[in-house]
């Protein structure tokens, strides 16, 4: 089923308000609420979980309603799986020194906790999670990337399965088939200082024993795709990763391989604004990409830009206003 997740107004310190909605099509809506930060007051932070049923034609009905300890990173925080709700969130005290992440698992149609494994990443919080069928990865940071597998085919006894560290992190995770997972992030140094844009491809095929097979860095960089999953674009056909990317020295849109043998670079695509030695280039920076026929299609503020989605040779340029 698809998700999606829309932002609300911030809340003021005195009302809960709602952070978040998901929606399970066509059997269920699901509205996430969170109380606001309450400073030297109890209870600590709590995520709120209510599910209302939209299958039936007229007002929406209410079924349930649940909650767990901590805060949401995103809509892949939430999950749900043959009948129940997985939960990943960050619990940080006052003082956001003793922080931990822990994954929930609700029964979906009653909101009842069934199981829960903590413990996760103490002292740092959650950069990235995804659920995959009975299995759950989560990425926590401060100084080193831990990235945990989770075995969550028993809903009363989830369990960490294996952990890697590795420096940075992944602030997005993508399937990629064949016990494959591709991590968008930064690379960081020991100390936890940020470098720039990395991307890793991961053998988790052994849930104990996650690998990086390959990394590709790019020194003082960032990548909107950290942020926002809809700037990352994966064609598993060919192995062809495109990611916007941004430094001192240039803007466009990565394009990489990535295959059994790791991840490579193909190139660069720059729009026309961004071939010049001035400030448009980085108000022109590429944000979306699409693959359509045997051409990769580029869209900035400026235009769109087709290209070969194999050579990268530029085919057509179409300005905007």
């Known amino acids: 089923p698809s998700q999606g997740v829309a932002p609300a107004e911030e809340p003021t310190p005195s009302e809960p308000a709602v952070t978040a909605t998901m929606t399970e099509v066509p059997t269920a809506r699901m509205t996430v609420t969170k109380l606001p930060p309450m400073h030297n007051t109890l209870p600590p932070e709590e995520t709120q979980i209510h599910r209302f049923d939209v299958s039936k034609p007229g007002p ?15 809509q892949y925080s939430l999950s749900e799986h043959e ?6 969130t960050t619990l940080s005290s006052r003082d956001g020194r003793d922080s931990s992440s822990t994954v929930h698992v609700l029964d979906a149609a009653t909101m009842d906790q069934k199981g829960e494994v903590g413990g996760l990443g103490r002292g ?11 299995v759950g990865y989560a990425v926590t940071f401060k100084q080193v990337d831990p990235l945990y597998t989770l075995d969550l085919r ?6 960490v399965t294996g952990e890697l560290k590795i420096t940075g992190y992944s602030a997005y995770l993508h399937p990629a088939g ?14 936890g200082r940020t470098r720039g844009t990395q991307v890793s491809l991961f053998d988790v095929s052994d849930p104990a024993a996650p690998r990086r097979l390959s990394q590709l860095f790019q020194k003082d960089s960032g990548s909107e795709a950290e942020w926002d999953p809809h700037a990352f674009l994966y ?15 240039e803007s466009g849109a990565l394009a990489l391989k990535i295959d059994d043998s790791g991840v490579s670079k193909i190139g660069m695509i720059r729009h026309p604004a961004q071939r010049q030695d001035d400030e448009r280039r980085y108000r022109a920076g590429i944000q979306r990409s699409v693959v359509i026929g045997d051409s990769l299609w580029t869209v900035s503020a ?11 040779a530029e085919q057509a340029w179409i300005p905007m206003g």
């Open 60 to 74: 929406p009905a209410y079924v349930a309603s649940g909650k767990v300890a901590g805060r949401l990173l995103n």
């Open 154 to 159: 028993d809903p009363a006894a989830p369990k």
């Open 178 to 191: 064949d016990g494959r997972l591709i991590g968008i992030g930064q690379e960081a140094s020991e100390e």
């Open 124 to 134: 740092e919080r959650i950069y990235s999670v995804r659920f995959i069928g009975p």
């Open 83 to 88: 009948g129940h709700l997985r939960v990943a």
């Open 302 to 312: 400026e235009g769109v830009q087709v290209n070969d989605a194999a050579t990268l």
């Open 235 to 249: 064609w598993p056909r060919t192995g062809l990763a495109v990611i916007p990317l941004t430094s001192a020295d």
